[in-house]
Structure formats: C-alpha cells, structure tokens
C-alpha cells in the first residue's frame, strides 16, 4: 500500500491546517487509518486513527477536540482537520495504514504502511 501525506506547512498558534493521505490501492476502504507525529528528539506518538467505515474515532488526549479524522473512501484520502493549533503541535505527521485489524490501534508497530511525512510548523 502506498500511502502520500499532504498538507502540511507554516502556521501560527490558533490556525488551522488539513492534512490529507492519498492510498494508491484499492483495498484502502478496508484498512483502519492512523495519523502519528514526531516532533525532534521524540519518539513518534499516535494521533488519531478511524475504522474502515469511519464509523469510530480514537484520538490522543492532547489533540481531543481540536482534531478531526476523516476518509472518503471513494477518493481512498484520510484527512486530518487540525484547529486551534499550538506550538507544541510542530512535529512531522505520517499516515498509516493498518491492514491486519479492525480496531483502532496506537501503537507504531501495529501498522504496516507509512506514508512519508508532512511537516507541521506552529509558530508562536
């Protein structure tokens, strides 16, 4: 699976950005999809992440209610809405797809396909 991150930039604290996640296969309607970020130094956490119908949402503590998980299966795109956004928010998002479960998992090595990273900046 072939995943390619967007999205990213430049932004100041209060903005918002949307990050989108293209799926070159056409099995991408059936694979749980997570979004994770490392920012410098750190090790990369988990974000957010949505079942294949995108009939439920996992997010992290620290982006609950200022992020939004999304797909269009149609399209085979998973966005992530971020609002709100703060300084600590500057890492390099991935996206991820899970092909082996069907629940939302926050952990690295539960997923098998990455996409390249996105740079998100949030400046002060």
């Known amino acids: 699976v072939q995943l390619q991150a967007s999205g990213g930039g430049l932004v100041q604290a209060g903005g918002s950005l949307r990050l989108s996640c293209a799926a070159f296969?056409?099995?991408?309607?059936?694979?749980?999809m997570g979004w994770f970020r490392q920012a410098p130094g750190k090790e990369r956490e988990f974000v957010a992440g949505l079942t294949w119908s995108g009939g439920s949402t996992d997010y992290a503590d620290s982006v609950k209610g200022r992020f939004t998980i999304s797909r269009d299966n149609a399209k085979n795109t998973v966005y992530l809405q971020m609002n709100s956004l703060k300084p600590e928010d500057t890492a390099v998002y991935y996206c991820?797809?899970?092909?082996?479960?069907?629940?939302?998992?926050?952990?690295?090595?539960?997923?098998?396909?990455w996409g390249q990273g996105t740079q998100v900046t949030v400046s002060s």
């Open positions: 991820a797809a899970d092909t082996r479960y069907y629940s939302i998992r926050r952990r690295t090595w539960e997923y098998d396909y």
């Open positions: 296969e056409r099995t991408f309607r059936s694979y749980v």
